[in-house]
């Protein structure tokens, strides 16, 4: 009885002992949070385009159809902040209006203004960093009667001093705590107008508002080295014309029922990675992933 006893208490006191080391580790930093300041140290007077600014395809997109299609992320928003993602291109449908995050038709299950809570949390944790947010209206709008373009701005004058609505490319202490506005979505005022003259899955040249934008958005594949030949290509572009502000998608699918973003993220992304870790050519501008990780942080913002 006095061994049984004893074996109890000692495999209790174990319990406690690992218990304790289980907290105790939970408060350790984790190895994500050295890229929750990585613009801490680049003086304010660099230009937000001639940064390479790590960014995500379909930010919000962590819902699939039975695996299959409509999932570009496994981060929430609050993740890809630390590690680093600083540019997020963020799809809404308006129903009833209410904004929600969807890809296609896919239901997000996630609210924008849920999403912007966790950037704000963000930026009042960590404001040295700067954030831009391209917002699309992914589909029409349903039962709403007040427009997508309408609600889009009215929650950004709601927190004014978060955002930078300006029609201007802004150097990094301008965009300092605050979010910078692409507007892809029709009617829009304020913000860099990206709606009109965008193309479907090409690559191409636009000027709005006075800015010139050098975009890479072949999505709709047929190789998927292709795919990564213009990414590097558009990387040279961008290290060769600084006064541009270059849009790099490195997402995509094959055309066909049988493929996802997730097959050619599975090609694509380890290829960057290593790219980046050989000291080729260095980007500015916004380079977009899906699946985006902390293999690619590490790789882009060491």
């Known amino acids: ?27 350790f930093p984790l190895k994500e ?3 929750a300041e990585w613009m801490e140290n680049i003086t304010n007077e660099t230009l937000i385009n001639q940064i390479l600014l790590p960014g995500t395809h379909d930010s919000g997109a962590t ?8 999932k570009c992320q496994d981060l929430t928003i609050e993740e890809q902040l630390n590690l680093g993602v600083r540019f997020f291109d963020v799809r809404v449908k308006n129903i009833e209006n209410q904004l929600f995050i969807y890809h296609s038709f896919i239901n997000q299950e996630l609210l924008y203004e849920s999403l912007l809570d966790d950037v704000y949390a963000f930026l009042d944790s960590h404001p040295s960093e700067a954030i831009i947010f391209s917002i699309k209206e992914e589909s029409e709008p349903r ?43 029709d009617n829009n005022s304020v913000g860099l107008n ?53 849009i790099n998608f490195c997402s995509g699918y094959i055309d066909n029922i049988f493929t996802n973003a997730l ?18 050519t260095k980007p500015s501008g916004i380079m977009l992933f899906d699946f985006y990780s902390l293999d690619i942080a590490e790789a882009i913002l060491g």
């Not at 201007?168 to 979010?179: H, Q, S, V, Y």
């Not at 990564?228 to 572009?237: G, L």
């Not at 097959?263 to 990675?273: A, E, F, G, K, V």
């Open 1 to 27: 009885m006095k061994k049984k006893t004893a074996y109890i208490i000692g495999l209790s006191l174990l319990a406690v002992s690992l218990t304790s080391f289980a907290i105790s580790v939970s408060h």
């Open 263 to 280: 097959t050619t993220s599975q090609y694509i992304n380890p290829l960057m990675i290593d790219y980046f870790k050989n000291d080729n």
């Open 63 to 70: 819902v699939s159809i039975y695996d299959v299609s409509g």
């Open 143 to 185: 039962g709403a009667s007040v427009a997508t373009s309408e609600l889009i701005e009215q929650i950004c004058y709601r927190n004014l001093s978060r955002w930078y609505l300006e029609k201007d490319i802004p150097n990094l202490g301008e965009l300092r705590g605050k979010i910078m506005l692409l507007s892809r979505y």
């Open 33 to 35: 949070e050295k890229f």
């Open 194 to 246: 990206l709606y009109d003259n965008w193309e479907d899955s090409s690559t191409f040249d636009l000027n709005n508002d006075g800015v010139n934008f050098h975009v890479q958005d072949e999505y709709r594949l047929n190789n998927n080295q292709l795919k990564y030949q213009s990414i590097v290509k558009c990387i040279e572009y961008s290290s060769q014309a600084p006064n541009v502000f270059t």
